[in-house]
């Protein structure tokens, strides 16, 4: 695995005149590590940002919430560090440190909760799929071998103040000659653009790349992971012209981090039947708000069920015992009810959500619904008290069943219509051999 290394002077705010180099080392995955030739006072930070029991336990876990850095004249912010390995302690000026980064800002310094960003530039796996190219490459005759690519308008949403931007950037045709053979080759990809109501803290803009992650991941029933972020400062740089003006630009912050999920921007995607639903299925701006709102509503539900799609395969025990999980949370968060308090039998929940979607899709991937409730009720119930499920039946068609289910009742909430969902239940929800 290749890596990029970042060469620089660190301190931590604070404590502006302890500065040490290091290397910060982002691999191929977007995770960090910053190598310090020599140690910072970790301890000291821990004690300015916390007090009493917080300091004590932060020094012992040798946290630090935020670190600067300069590296070729660019600021440089490291967010939420943990102490690895550690060599020569005792002799500080001599030591090594290596701290683990969950965050990595190379444009800005900024604090963790600071409002620095007005808006972001976000890349995710899949969008260009989701949104489709047919409006814009268009093919000259069957007689002639040509195409046109067409520029469009950006498609605009807009939920609780903040503005979802979709663009659609065609590249010019570029003509490459080798020996054997001469390439017209061109393409077209797809961006967001994330505009807060007011500045905001990086992390907020991690939230909702979050959900419009899981949006895509939904659509594709394929992990979409982010390509790419850039989150754009609220200060714009200044710097003079040739004619004694003053000529302005966009601060701009790439982002970097570890992800349970790493993208593979240049892996084959999803052909255009193998999308549960597209761009052009729904308006971009009712879907984007919908589901947005949807998500926020039965997070802890999204939580569960987007959780294992971005990691690594599980076993199917596991994965039927968190549908059977999310089936009830989604349920519980769609009807407004209480499932502590509330005295609605698991079955009937399930029911419930079974008569969400169209009736037509349902009985496409469940034809017998009370069987099918009857069935996962046991599953759960033997899969929790005693991790094994030795009831002869296929847990491995009743997990893809559920899964199929609940992204149905997604897709009815976001506003989906029948016909789509119909569609997406006879393609690729329903199970393959059936």
């Known amino acids: 695995m290749s890596a990029t290394t970042h060469r620089g002077h660190w301190w931590l705010p604070g404590l502006p005149d302890d500065v040490t180099t290091g290397h910060l080392v982002v691999d191929d995955s977007g995770r960090c590590t910053l190598e310090l030739i020599g140690s910072l006072d970790l301890r000291a930070a821990a004690l300015l940002e916390h007090a009493g029991d917080a300091a004590a336990k932060a020094v012992q876990q040798e946290r630090v919430r935020v670190v600067h850095g300069l590296v070729r004249g660019q600021p440089v912010t490291l967010l939420n560090c943990f102490a690895g390995h550690t060599d020569g302690f005792s002799h500080r000026d001599r030591s090594r440190v290596d701290l683990h980064v969950q965050d990595a800002l190379i444009g800005a310094h900024v604090e963790p909760d600071e409002p620095a960003f007005r808006s ?29 690519l067409s520029r469009l308008e950006d498609l605009v949403a807009e939920v609780d103040g903040w503005t979802i931007t979709a663009r659609r950037t065609p590249q010019p045709f570029q003509v490459d000659a080798s020996h054997g053979r001469t390439e017209v080759r061109s393409h077209v990809a797809a ?37 790419s972020l850039t989150l754009i400062h609220r200060d714009d740089q200044v710097t003079p012209d040739r004619d004694g003006s003053a000529l302005k630009y966009e601060t701009r912050v790439e982002t970097f981090g570890g992800r349970i999920h790493t993208a593979a921007p240049d892996k084959t995607g999803p052909l255009d039947w193998e999308f549960r639903f597209r761009g052009r ?35 199917t025990e596991a994965r039927l015992l968190l549908v059977a999980i999310v089936a009830e949370a989604l349920s519980a968060g769609l009807d407004g009810i209480n499932p502590v308090t509330d005295r609605t039998t698991y079955r009937a929940r399930l029911r419930a959500l079974a008569s969400k979607p169209d009736a037509d899709a349902v009985a496409t991937i469940i034809p017998d619904v009370e069987a099918w409730a009857l069935d996962l009720h046991h599953a759960r119930n033997t899969l929790a008290h005693t991790g094994n499920d030795d009831a002869g039946r296929d847990i491995f068609e009743l997990e893809w069943r559920t899964s199929s289910l609940l992204a149905l009742v997604f ?21 393959p051999w059936s």
């Open 120 to 148: 972001a530039l976000v890349e995710i796996e899949n969008l260009t799929g989701w949104i489709g190219v047919e409006e814009q490459v268009h093919r000259t005759s069957d007689k002639e071998e040509g195409a046109t």
């Open 191 to 227: 961006y967001l653009v994330v505009r807060a109501p007011e500045p905001r803290p990086a992390h907020d803009y991690h939230s909702v790349v979050l959900e419009l992650m899981d949006l895509l991941t939904l659509a594709s029933g394929r992990a979409s992971g982010q390509i």
């Open 281 to 315: 299925d729904h308006s971009f701006e009712d879907v984007i708000p919908a589901w947005i709102r949807l998500r926020r509503q039965v997070a802890d539900a999204c939580n569960v069920f987007f959780g294992p799609q971005y990691a690594r395969p599980t076993f």
């Open 411 to 431: 897709m009815t909430e976001i506003g989906m219509s029948a016909e789509v969902q119909r569609r997406a239940a006879s393609s690729v929800l329903k199970l």
